[in-house]
């Protein structure tokens, strides 16, 4: 019996661990759903194939305004990480549409990407960091 109970908490632990890496209970307490389709990180030069291959993206910078200032790219949108999950119902209304976001190194944009796809957007693509981007900017 205690190669049974062994076994059964080791398969708990394991199904523990894989829900905590991707699963998501919906706002009911229903059933779990998985994010991790929802948000990728992709290369600069990834986003800058969609940028130049489609007009149905959004670009969002999630830097703040003085960091922007210095230097963004063209058509960027500037929501700071920090007040996206407040602003993305208003600005951000098609939940499909592919979204790119980028900050200045990486890690909030990380954040922001991770947040969008919490909220549901489906399509969100993070590309990092604008100290990596080797294409034109624009100063304001």
Known sequence: M???KRIAVMVLAILG????????????GGENTTVESAFMKISAEEAKEIMDSTADFVLIDVR???EYAQGHIAGALLVPY??????????????DQTILVYCRSGRR??????????LGYTDVK????????????EKD
């Open 2 to 4: 205690k190669g049974k």
């Open 17 to 28: 661990t894989l829900c905590m890496n991707g699963c998501r209970t919906n706002a009911s």
């Open 64 to 66: 703040e305004e003085d």
């Open 82 to 95: 920090g007040e996206i999950a407040d602003r993305a119902d208003s600005e951000l209304v098609d939940k």
């Open 109 to 118: 944009s990380a954040i922001a990407a991770q947040t969008l796809a919490e």
């Open 126 to 137: 993070d590309f990092g960091g604008i100290i990596d981007w080797p294409y034109d900017v």
